[in-house]
């Protein structure tokens, strides 16, 4: 496992030290380069959560992974190059239960830097934000098109945002995650991973998924769709499209548009979410 690997596969370049400028530069490089994907549970493999297989997977074979893997591989990265990161645990809000997931659900990262804490995610697809976001503050945080915030409530800290449509002191803020600041490692999060890959519950389970973020906005493949969608801006408003796909396409597609050539054949699925039993 070489650092130096590692940066080239990011596409970074810049100085390799305990800076919040490389901090936020190497955040920005990953999420732009390594795509938010499922796809080894779609195609007869199981991931596993240890450090040397992760790097080879998203380094070596130029793969992505869900939040364990790459904010697990982001942490590693992370301390070789200084910084002091520890693990955290969140809790995702469903879109369609209106509920949180269970603890362990999703693995964020917390960097202390000169006295100040940044909450850092690259394993959130592209409604994940691009840069760090400051623990120090509750206040909203503006990152492009979007801001967020960061509230608090009686130990908790909840991670939210605007969209462009609804910016400003009286706009609607969306629950994303919440989670704690109780340190963690990447072992805790086992038992959620193979939740993740083999639950009725899990939308990992019930479609095959693959995302990556663009500076203009994203593109996810799902199932047997490919979607595009472009962030606004002060000429252009935001714009989503959909292409469906048929099987043969898709294995072109994931090589095209995300740079994933698979060792298996994919099997492409998109069904609908059980709603768990256990409600957060």
């Known amino acids: 496992m070489d650092l130096a690997t590692y940066l080239t596969r990011i596409g970074f370049s810049g100085p390799s030290e305990p800076t ?45 992974g869900f939040c364990c893997e790459n904010n697990g591989l982001f942490s590693w990265l992370l301390g070789k190059l200084g910084f002091q990161v520890t693990i955290l645990s ?35 697809g592209v409604t994940g934000f691009s840069t760090p976001l400051s623990l120090e503050t509750s206040g909203p945080q503006e990152l492009g098109h979007r801001v967020y915030r960061i509230r608090k409530n009686e130990g908790l800290h909840f991670l939210e945002w605007q969209q462009e449509e609804n910016k400003g002191p009286d706009g609607e803020w969306t629950e994303i995650y919440k989670f704690t600041l109780e340190p963690r490692c990447l072992e805790d999060f086992a038992e959620m991973c193979e939740y993740h890959q083999s639950s009725p519950y899990s939308v990992f389970f019930c479609k095959s998924l693959c995302m990556v973020f663009k500076p203009e906005g994203g593109l996810t493949y799902i199932g047997h769709r490919l979607i595009s969608t472009t962030f606004p801006t002060q000429t252009k408003e935001f714009e989503r499209t959909t ?38």
Not at 246 to 262: N, S, T, Y
């Open 90 to 124: 969140g809790q995702v809000k469903s879109r369609i239960t209106g509920c949180y997931g269970p603890p362990f659900d999703h693995l964020i990262l917390l960097v202390s830097l000169d006295g100040t804490r940044w909450l850092c995610d690259v394993g959130f």
């Open 243 to 280: 292409r469906e796909l048929r099987d043969e396409e898709i294995p072109e597609i994931l090589a095209e548009k995300f740079g994933i050539v698979l060792k298996s054949p994919l099997i492409p699925k998109d069904e609908d979410l059980i709603p768990p039993p256990v409600m957060y």
């Open 20 to 64: 919040l400028d490389v901090l936020r530069s190497v955040h920005l490089c990953h999420l732009l380069t390594v795509p938010f994907e499922n796809l080894t549970a779609h195609s007869g493999g199981r991931v596993q959560l240890e450090i040397p297989l992760l790097y080879g997977k998203i380094v070596n074979q130029h793969r992505g």
